[in-house]
C-alpha cells in the first residue's frame, strides 16, 4: 500500500513545485502559534491594557520559542523564513491600516509569493483567512481579495504594498523590537 491511498493529498503535494511546497511549509509552522501579545521584559502573556513600548513583537526564533505573536510577528517570521527558502525578489511583505464600522483603528500585516508565474498570500493570524490562498497571476488581484474581506464600510487610511526594506532592517537588529517601534517603522505611527 503507498501513501498515496492513504493520504490522497500527499500525492499532490509530491506533484508541488518545491516553490509551493516552501510557501505551505513556512504556513505550516505556524500551526500551534496562538493570538496574543508578549511584553518585551518578562516574555509573559500580556493580560490588559500596556504601553505599545511594552509589547515585545517576536523575531522568527523568539515566536518559534513562546508560540505567541500577533499578524506582525507571524508575517516577520513567514517573511524571514521564505526570504531564506525562495529568491528574495519572490517574497513582498505588506501592511494596512483602517478603522472599521465602529471607527476603530485596525493594522494587519501578511505576505505575498510568488513561485515560478503566479503568486499566492500565506496567512496565518486572521483566523478566517488562515492558509495559503492561490494561485493568483498578480499582486493587484490579491489586494483586491484582502480589500474585499475588510469589514464593510471600512476605510482604508493606510496600504503599504512593499515592506521589504522595513522587515529587512527590523530582523537585522540586535534589540528586541517593541509594538511601537514596529508601528513607527511599518506604519509611521508616532
Same mark, same amino acid.
Given at each position: 500500500?503507498?501513501?498515496?491511498? =492513504?493520504? &490522497? ?13 516552501? =510557501? !505551505? ?5 505556524? +500551526? ?13 502573556? =500580556?493580560? $490588559? ?10 523575531? &522568527?526564533? @523568539?515566536?518559534? #520559542?513562546?508560540? +505567541?505573536?500577533?499578524?506582525? %510577528? ?8 521564505? #526570504? ?5 525578489? /519572490? ?11 465602529? /471607527? ?7 505576505? =505575498? ?15 478566517? @483567512?488562515? $492558509?495559503?490562498? $492561490? &494561485?493568483?497571476?498578480?499582486?493587484? !488581484?490579491?489586494?483586491?481579495? !484582502? *480589500?474585499?474581506?475588510?469589514?464593510? /464600510? ?6 503599504? %504594498? /512593499?515592506?521589504?526594506?522595513?522587515? %529587512?532592517?527590523?530582523?537585522? @537588529?540586535?534589540?528586541? !523590537?517593541?509594538?511601537? @517601534? ?7 505611527? *508616532?
Amino acid at each position: 500500500m503507498n501513501i498515496s491511498s =492513504i493520504f &490522497p493529498a500527499y500525492e499532490a503535494y509530491e506533484n508541488y513545485s518545491e516553490g509551493y511546497r516552501k =510557501i !505551505i511549509e513556512a504556513d505550516d509552522a505556524l +500551526v500551534g502559534v496562538k493570538y496574543g501579545q508578549l511584553d518585551i521584559y518578562t516574555k509573559k502573556l =500580556i493580560k $490588559g491594557k500596556v504601553s505599545d513600548d511594552a509589547i515585545l513583537v517576536c523575531k &522568527p526564533d @523568539q515566536l518559534m #520559542k513562546y508560540k +505567541v505573536g500577533t499578524c506582525w %510577528d507571524q508575517s516577520l517570521y513567514t517573511y524571514a523564513r521564505l #526570504k531564506k527558502d525562495l529568491d528574495t525578489a /519572490n517574497v513582498r511583505a505588506i501592511g494596512y491600516a483602517y478603522t472599521d464600522t465602529h /471607527n476603530r483603528l485596525t493594522t494587519h500585516t501578511t505576505i =505575498i509569493a510568488k513561485d515560478k508565474k503566479d503568486y499566492y498570500w500565506t496567512e496565518h493570524a486572521w483566523y478566517e @483567512q488562515q $492558509g495559503v490562498h $492561490g &494561485p493568483y497571476k498578480s499582486v493587484d !488581484i490579491i489586494t483586491r481579495e !484582502i *480589500k474585499s474581506y475588510l469589514p464593510k /464600510n471600512s476605510k482604508i487610511l493606510i496600504w503599504k %504594498d /512593499n515592506l521589504n526594506a522595513v522587515y %529587512d532592517k527590523l530582523l537585522a @537588529q540586535s534589540k528586541d !523590537i517593541s509594538a511601537k @517601534q514596529f508601528a513607527t517603522e511599518v506604519f509611521n505611527f *508616532k
